[in-house]
């Protein structure tokens, strides 16, 4: 198995900015990448960012270009998500989540392991 805690969520202002975290505990060695999904009230649970464990490569969804930054330390087993220029639209619940093995890094049914999620709320 393996544990995901997310840290770093809170209030900010638009236009400010936010630093996510994600620490993975327990069976770490089959992780092929982690991602950043989020879940506003009464929406579906969206893709915001991903990143491969081996070689760093990279996806983000549309409207995380540009102003959210997702990195990762694999000596850690953690995943950061720098968000930037935060929009009231960023608010939502935000989840951390692995894929073992292979997957569609955009794709929320490729994920095996979630955490609990951080909240997220922006004033406008």
């Known amino acids: 198995q393996v544990q995901l805690v997310e840290s770093g969520g809170g209030l900010a202002q638009a236009g400010g900015s936010l630093r996510l975290s994600c620490a993975a505990s327990g069976r770490t060695t089959g992780i092929y990448a982690m991602g950043w999904f989020r879940q506003a009230p009464g929406k579906e649970r969206d893709f915001v960012a991903a990143?491969?464990?081996?070689?760093?490569?990279?996806e983000y969804a549309d409207s995380a270009k540009g102003r959210f930054t997702i990195s990762r330390d694999n000596a850690k087993d953690t995943v950061y998500l720098q968000m930037n220029s935060l929009k009231p639209e960023d608010a939502a619940v935000y989840y951390c989540?692995?894929?073992?093995?292979?997957?569609?890094?955009?794709?929320?049914?490729?994920?095996?392991?979630w955490g609990q999620g951080t909240q997220v709320t922006v004033s406008s």
């Open positions: 989540a692995v894929i073992l093995g292979w997957g569609n890094m955009k794709s929320a049914n490729s994920y095996y392991y």
């Open positions: 990143v491969r464990r081996s070689g760093g490569g990279t």
